[in-house]
Protein backbone atom coordinates (compact mmCIF):
# COMPACT_ATOMS: atom_id res chain seq x y z
CA UNK A 1 0.00 0.00 0.00
CA UNK A 2 1.07 3.30 -0.62
CA UNK A 3 2.06 5.37 2.55
CA UNK A 4 3.28 8.79 2.88
CA UNK A 5 5.01 9.28 6.42
CA UNK A 6 4.65 12.54 7.75
CA UNK A 7 7.18 13.76 10.20
CA UNK A 8 8.67 16.88 12.06
CA UNK A 9 5.99 19.11 13.67
CA UNK A 10 6.34 21.00 16.70
CA UNK A 11 5.77 24.36 18.98
CA UNK A 12 7.99 26.91 17.95
CA UNK A 13 8.26 30.53 19.11
CA UNK A 14 7.29 33.05 15.92
CA UNK A 15 10.80 33.81 14.46
CA UNK A 16 11.74 30.14 14.76
CA UNK A 17 12.44 27.29 12.33
CA UNK A 18 10.98 23.67 11.81
CA UNK A 19 11.66 21.02 9.57
CA UNK A 20 9.03 18.94 7.88
CA UNK A 21 9.70 15.23 6.21
CA UNK A 22 7.35 13.34 3.94
CA UNK A 23 8.85 10.02 3.08
CA UNK A 24 7.18 8.21 0.30
CA UNK A 25 7.05 4.24 0.31
CA UNK A 26 5.00 1.95 -2.50
CA UNK A 27 5.30 4.67 -5.59
CA UNK A 28 7.32 5.76 -8.03
CA UNK A 29 8.47 8.77 -6.29
CA UNK A 30 10.06 10.44 -9.96
CA UNK A 31 6.06 10.17 -11.25
CA UNK A 32 4.41 12.24 -8.51
CA UNK A 33 4.52 15.91 -7.37
CA UNK A 34 4.82 15.76 -3.62
CA UNK A 35 4.05 18.34 -1.25
CA UNK A 36 2.32 19.83 1.63
CA UNK A 37 -1.62 21.14 2.41
CA UNK A 38 -2.40 23.02 6.04
CA UNK A 39 -5.73 23.64 7.82
CA UNK A 40 -5.47 25.73 10.37
CA UNK A 41 -8.04 25.99 13.53
CA UNK A 42 -11.84 26.73 11.51
CA UNK A 43 -10.66 26.91 8.27
CA UNK A 44 -10.22 25.31 5.00
CA UNK A 45 -7.64 23.34 3.92
CA UNK A 46 -4.80 25.17 1.60
CA UNK A 47 -1.88 24.05 -0.30
CA UNK A 48 1.09 25.18 0.77
CA UNK A 49 4.30 24.25 -0.94
CA UNK A 50 5.35 21.31 -3.61
CA UNK A 51 7.94 19.72 -5.66
CA UNK A 52 7.27 18.16 -8.92
CA UNK A 53 10.12 15.19 -9.47
CA UNK A 54 9.55 15.37 -13.08
CA UNK A 55 11.53 18.45 -13.87
CA UNK A 56 11.82 19.72 -10.31
CA UNK A 57 9.15 22.70 -10.91
CA UNK A 58 8.18 24.16 -6.91
CA UNK A 59 5.04 25.86 -5.94
CA UNK A 60 4.82 27.96 -2.95
CA UNK A 61 2.17 29.79 -1.43
CA UNK A 62 2.20 33.75 -1.50
CA UNK A 63 1.93 33.44 2.34
CA UNK A 64 5.13 30.78 2.52
CA UNK A 65 7.31 32.52 0.12
CA UNK A 66 10.76 33.26 1.44
CA UNK A 67 10.29 31.75 4.41
CA UNK A 68 9.48 28.15 3.25
CA UNK A 69 11.68 25.83 1.02
CA UNK A 70 10.35 22.53 0.02
CA UNK A 71 13.28 20.07 -1.73
CA UNK A 72 13.60 16.45 -2.35
CA UNK A 73 15.71 13.35 -1.56
CA UNK A 74 15.14 10.62 -4.36
CA UNK A 75 17.89 8.05 -2.84
CA UNK A 76 15.50 8.14 0.35
CA UNK A 77 12.10 8.96 -1.26
CA UNK A 78 11.47 11.73 0.95
CA UNK A 79 10.52 15.46 0.34
CA UNK A 80 11.57 17.65 3.07
CA UNK A 81 9.52 21.47 4.19
CA UNK A 82 12.21 23.78 5.71
CA UNK A 83 10.06 26.74 7.41
CA UNK A 84 11.46 29.32 8.63
CA UNK A 85 10.52 32.68 10.29
CA UNK A 86 7.51 30.95 11.49
CA UNK A 87 4.45 33.24 12.18
CA UNK A 88 1.76 32.11 14.36
CA UNK A 89 -0.38 32.27 10.95
CA UNK A 90 1.28 29.49 10.45
CA UNK A 91 -0.03 26.98 13.15
CA UNK A 92 -1.94 24.21 11.20
CA UNK A 93 -1.88 20.71 10.96
CA UNK A 94 0.24 20.13 7.81
CA UNK A 95 -0.79 17.12 5.60
CA UNK A 96 1.96 15.91 2.90
CA UNK A 97 0.22 14.88 -0.52
CA UNK A 98 0.87 13.35 -3.22
CA UNK A 99 -0.55 13.63 -6.81
CA UNK A 100 0.69 11.88 -10.01
CA UNK A 101 2.26 13.76 -12.93
CA UNK A 102 0.67 10.70 -15.67
CA UNK A 103 -2.94 10.74 -14.13
CA UNK A 104 -4.30 14.01 -12.11
CA UNK A 105 -7.22 11.86 -10.59
CA UNK A 106 -4.40 9.60 -8.31
CA UNK A 107 -3.69 11.23 -5.56
CA UNK A 108 -2.96 10.21 -2.13
CA UNK A 109 -2.56 11.71 1.32
CA UNK A 110 -0.57 10.90 4.55
CA UNK A 111 -1.76 11.64 8.09
CA UNK A 112 -1.24 15.13 9.52
CA UNK A 113 1.58 16.39 11.58
CA UNK A 114 0.59 19.46 13.91
CA UNK A 115 2.84 23.02 13.68
CA UNK A 116 1.86 25.37 16.64
CA UNK A 117 3.97 28.63 16.98
CA UNK A 118 3.29 30.70 19.48
CA UNK A 119 3.64 34.50 19.57
Known amino acids: DVQLQASGGGLVQAGGSLSLACAAS????????IGWFRQAPGKGREGVSC????????YYADSVKGRFTISSDNAKSTVYLQMNNLKPEDTAIYYC????????????WGQGTLVTVSS
Open 26 to 33: EITFDDYA
Open 51 to 58: ISRSDGTT
Open 97 to 108: HARSVLNDRIDY
